[in-house]
C-alpha cells in the first residue's frame, strides 16, 4: 500500500512501542512535551496491553507522571519506578530522575 496511508502520528506509534517493550519486559519511560500527550499515550498503552489477554495483566505496571499531580502521587510513582513494580512511565519533563 501507500507508505503515506499507513503513518501514524508520532503519540500513537510511542504507545504501540511502549506496549510491545512492555511485552517483552522492558522497563521504559516515555517523554512526552505536553501534560495532553502524556495522558493520551498512557491511555493508548493500556488500551493496547488490556485489547489482549496475554498483555492485559500489564496494564497495572504502567503509570503517567506530569506537573499537576500532588508531590504525594509523584513521590509514590517514583518510589513504585523504582522499586521495580512499574514496568513504564509516560512522563513529562516533570520526572527528575
Known sequence: ??????????AEETALLLAQAMKRNIRCIAFCKTRCLVEWVYERTVKTLRSDESTEHL????????????AEARRE???????NQ????????????
Open 1 to 10: 500500500g501507500n507508505p503515506i496511508e499507513c503513518r501514524r502520528h508520532a
Open 77 to 83: 510513582i517514583e518510589r513504585r519506578l523504582f522499586s
Open 59 to 70: 496494564a497495572k505496571s504502567v503509570e503517567s507522571y506530569r506537573g499537576g499531580y500532588t
Open 86 to 97: 512499574l514496568l513504564a512511565v509516560v512522563g513529562t519533563s516533570a520526572l527528575e530522575l
